[in-house]
T-cell receptor
Framework: DGGITQSPKYLFRKEGQNVTLSCEQN?????MYWYRQDPGQGLRLIYY???????QKGDIAEGYSVSREKKESFPLTVTSAQKNPTAFYLC????????????FGQGTRLTVV | EDQVTQSPEALRLQEGESSSLNCSYT??????LFWYRQDPGKGPEFLFT???AGEEKEKERLKATLTKKESFLHITAPKPEDSATYLC?????????????FGKGTLLTVNP
């Protein structure tokens, strides 16, 4: 089945640690995105990638980093510089950037312990 | 700056009681308006894309409409399985970048 796979579903991080969230898609989409969802707020864009080997900062990129070495993969690293990392993280993809609807993975819930 | 406001924040209906959810927006250069359904602890599930005022889309008990300032998601004779948070998003093309802006969602609860 085609879709977007995020792993792990739940992740716990200690203070000062970096963690990496995985996002893989087999939809052959060019564009991929990372969003953060907090209670009572709309989804906020962290990073996006229009094509392989290219990515751009979104609205809340501080404390996060990404890479796009393969078309199907767009991992997100939450660094120790992110002051409030506890949130629900969503990865999405679309056929082209800025042109069509985005499809989402099932999310990763990150908790700082 | 693009803005999306969804109302009401929460809506409770009895099974079979039809109603509508509202999505008001301001956007520079609308390229599309999207409706998603999100169940607790899950990622948003795509429902509809609307591109221009007057357009309508239907899927089972759901019907989405679009004007120049707002979109409605009409739910006809809802069932308990329609309970979810419904998200609205607009894709604008202001400036040099395309930007997808989400509303905060409407939490719909349908009681049997």
């Amino acid at each position: 089945d085609g879709g977007i796979t995020q792993s792990p579903k739940y992740l716990f991080r200690k203070e000062g640690q970096n963690v990496t969230l995985s996002c893989e898609q087999n939809l052959n989409h060019d564009a991929m995105y990372w969003y953060r969802q907090d209670p009572g707020q709309g989804l906020r864009l962290i990073y996006y990638s229009q094509i392989v080997n290219d990515f751009q900062k979104g609205d809340i990129a501080e404390g996060y980093s990404v890479s796009r070495e393969k078309k199907e993969s767009f991992p997100l690293t939450v660094t120790s510089a992110q002051k409030n990392p506890t949130a629900f993280y969503l990865c999405a993809s679309s056929t082209q950037y800025g042109n069509t609807e985005a499809f989402f993975g099932q999310g990763t819930r990150l908790t700082v312990v | 700056e693009d803005q999306v406001t969804q109302s009401p924040e929460a809506l409770r209906l009895q099974e079979g009681e039809s109603s509508s959810l509202n999505c008001s927006y301001t956007v520079s250069g609308l390229r599309g308006l999207f409706w998603y359904r999100q169940d607790p602890g899950k990622g948003p599930e795509f429902l509809f894309t609307l591109y221009s005022a007057g357009e309508e889309k239907e899927k089972e008990r759901l019907k989405a409409t679009l004007t120049k300032k707002e979109s409605f998601l009409h739910i006809t004779a809802p069932k308990p399985e329609d309970s979810a948070t419904y998200l609205c998003a607009v894709l604008g093309s202001g400036g040099s970048n395309y930007k997808l802006t989400f509303g905060k969602g409407t939490l719909l609860t349908v009681n049997p």
